[in-house]
């Protein structure tokens, strides 16, 4: 059996988790491209605008 070098991504995109905000199961990545794009587009109207959750998960992933 191969095993791979270098360590595996813990997120492959495909991991969920229960966003507070929208009350629904959404992807990692998904949480972390709406929340990168309200703060940085200052949409305050949306509900992922200085989202903590979201900014958790954008932390952790630049961490890996």
Avoid: T
Wanted: with cysteine; net charge positive; hydrophobic share 25%.
């Amino acid at each position: 059996m191969l095993y791979p070098v270098s360590p595996q991504p813990k997120d492959d995109g495909d991991s969920r988790f229960l966003c507070n905000r929208m009350s629904r199961s959404i992807p990692y990545l998904s949480c972390m491209k709406w929340f990168v794009d309200s703060n940085a587009l200052k949409r305050s109207d949306s509900p992922c605008f200085k989202c903590p959750q979201g900014q958790d998960n954008r932390e952790e992933f630049a961490r890996d």
